[in-house]
């Protein structure tokens, strides 16, 4: 997956909001981070992981990427926060595959970077995100894909004045 190129397009997304809105003075990690956390929350909701009482099944793959995807530009968005340039995502064995728990791990490590704002915590919580997109069945190239036509239409949602 081209990391550099998905960095280069939330920077240029973050610089267009940040320009319509007034916002390039503000520091903006913290309402990042709870709209991450917002989104990882409508995730779970669509993949219904943790409805233990409920025998609706999951919302369509198609659906569920997109929310994924929503958190991946916060993600990005928090790196460029911090001066991430470029990073690798390392193949990494993650013994957890129960997708409720990756939740709640994405959760925690969301909060190791609002305490921290390193790279290396950045890169743990993008990881570990990315492993939540395995467990969801998703491919690197899907999600890349889905990222690429999401931008477009976060693009159009600001031209429209969302």
Do not use: C
């Amino acid at each position: 997956m081209n990391l550099e190129k998905l960095l280069d397009m939330q920077k240029k997304l973050d610089q267009h909001i940040e320009s319509e809105h007034g916002l390039q003075e503000e520091d903006l990690v913290e309402k990042k981070i709870l709209a991450l956390l917002v989104e990882v929350g409508e995730l779970a909701n669509e993949t219904r992981s943790f409805k233990f009482w409920s025998k609706k099944p999951a919302s369509e793959k198609e659906v569920v990427l997109e929310e994924f995807v929503d958190g991946v530009h916060f993600i990005l968005s928090l790196g460029i926060e911090i001066g991430i340039q470029q990073f690798d995502l390392e193949e990494t064995n993650y013994s957890n595959e129960d997708v409720t728990k990756q939740f709640l791990e994405v959760f925690k490590e969301a909060n190791h970077f609002m305490e921290a704002r390193s790279v290396n915590h950045f890169q743990q919580l993008f990881r570990q995100y990315f492993h939540l997109g395995e467990l969801l069945g998703f491919t690197h190239e899907e999600v890349f894909d889905a990222y690429v036509k999401k931008n477009e239409v976060n693009y159009n949602r600001q031209k429209e004045g969302y």
